[in-house]
């Protein structure tokens, strides 16, 4: 064993606080994790000094699109820009990530996750890809947000199986608007081919939502409150039987547009800390403050910090995930450490990987050093340092 890497600090697990913490690397994975007093430093270790900020766990973003003007946007392409997000969405705390790639005609899908399945084990620089997120195309057109309808359908058990072949192994979740003919069956066969199923996009009533969540199929939910019929008194819609959920895990992109800040608290509280997700739902235009750009081969600008369609309609999110973890602490009065848990312990547990989301010993050394700002000054993957923006 090679200690590489030791930092000291305030370190967030994020089920505990260490002040004046030591957290040492070695080989890639996280060797030892408590008081600067615990530890010995061999004097060839790289010392690392982030007592003006906090040590935490990497981020991990279920649910996004793009970063700083890049996207996955054709099979051809793909490798490129995948390796461009990856170092991109780095500087902002990502250290593990599940891409989305764009819509478009059967085949096409299936050439994208192809290509997909061959760069993701190529990415070296930067952040890591866990696999795909594949948000359409069966989404219900009732609630098809920025989608356009040309690409939407019910989903088929033989489509299902040609875009889990084309992925070979990659495809981790699948946003599914339940309410579709033939939706349970296909998500039966996702579940059984090792795919999280997410109920979102659906415009079915409250009833129908609610025994979809109980009913084993689905696992998640994607970005709560956005593209799902609403919560009335009388009507409490997909929302409702989030909201009444007993176990389900709840996807939220917490920029203060996509839900309002006493959303985000409501959410929090009837969910609890262990079932909100924070996700980015980012699009091109992640991590930027104005521009234009395509996406779904349309036009959408950022104004006023939104972007949007033409036709107003709001197109993603440029949210990044560092600034949804201060956002969600902001709005739902949370300390930072449980803010984190969103973005890091949350996810992992969702897709069920138990070397990722904490800071333990034995776990992969993917950790960020936080300013108290948000702002990320520096991000490391299975132990190397893929981001620095310290002075």
Same mark, same amino acid.
């Given at each position: ?33 408590? =008081?600067?007093? =615990? ?7 790289? @010392? ?12 991990? $973003? ?31 705390? @990502? =250290? ?10 059967? !085949? ?47 989903? =088929? ?16 979740? @699948?946003?599914? !608007? ?41 696992? %998640? ?9 609403? %919560? ?38 009837? %969910? ?6 924070? @996700? ?15 996406? %779904? ?13 033409? $036709? ?25 450490? $449980? ?53």
């Amino acid at each position: 064993m090679t200690i590489q890497t030791v930092l000291r600090g305030t370190i967030l697990t994020p089920t505990q606080i260490i002040e004046d913490g030591a957290l040492v690397i070695a080989d890639g994975a996280i060797h030892h994790v408590g =008081t600067r007093d =615990t530890m010995d430093v061999p004097r060839d270790a790289q @010392v690392i000094d982030a007592r003006d900020a906090v040590i935490a766990p990497g981020l991990i $973003d279920l649910h996004t699109y793009g970063c700083l003007g890049v996207a996955i946007t054709s099979p051809e392409r793909a490798a490129d820009e995948l390796a461009m997000f990856s170092r991109n969405v780095a500087r902002f705390g @990502v =250290t593990r990530f599940l891409i989305s790639p764009t819509m478009g005609e059967r !085949a096409f899908i299936a050439r994208t996750l192809s290509a997909l399945a061959d760069a993701i084990p190529n990415i070296r620089e930067g952040a890591r890809p866990l696999g795909i997120h594949l948000e359409g195309p069966w989404l219900d057109p009732e609630q098809r947000g920025a989608f356009p309808h040309a690409v939407l359908h019910a989903p =088929t058990l033989d489509e299902a199986r040609e875009y889990v072949q084309a992925a070979r192994g990659w495809l981790r979740v @699948v946003t599914l !608007a339940g309410n579709l003919p033939n939706a349970f069956a296909v998500a039966r066969f996702l579940r059984a081919h090792n795919v999280r199923v997410s109920f979102g996009h659906s415009n079915s009533a409250y009833e129908f939502a609610r025994d979809a969540l109980a009913s084993g199929a689905f696992d %998640l939910v994607t970005h709560v409150y956005n593209a799902m019929s609403g %919560l009335h008194h009388r009507k409490p819609g997909v929302l409702g039987a989030v909201l009444s959920s007993d176990d389900m895990l709840g996807m939220l992109i917490c920029d203060g547009i996509h839900a309002h800040p006493a959303a985000v608290k409501i959410l929090v509280r009837a %969910l609890g800390l262990e079932r909100v997700i924070l @996700v980015t739902d980012a699009i091109p235009g992640g991590g930027m403050t104005d521009g234009a750009f395509t996406m %779904l081969n349309q036009t959408a600008r950022i104004v006023d910090g939104v972007a949007r369609l033409e $036709d107003g309609t709001i197109a993603g999110s440029i949210l990044t995930l560092n600034r949804a973890v201060m956002n969600v602490r902001a709005f739902a009065q949370i300390a930072l450490n $449980d803010a984190l848990k969103l973005a890091t312990e949350n996810p992992a547990r969702a897709l069920g990987l138990t070397n990722l989301g904490a800071l333990a010993p034995g776990m992969d050394a993917d950790v960020i050093v936080m300013r108290a700002s948000g702002e990320i000054a520096l991000t490391i993957v299975a132990g190397e340092i893929v981001f620095d923006a310290r002075d």
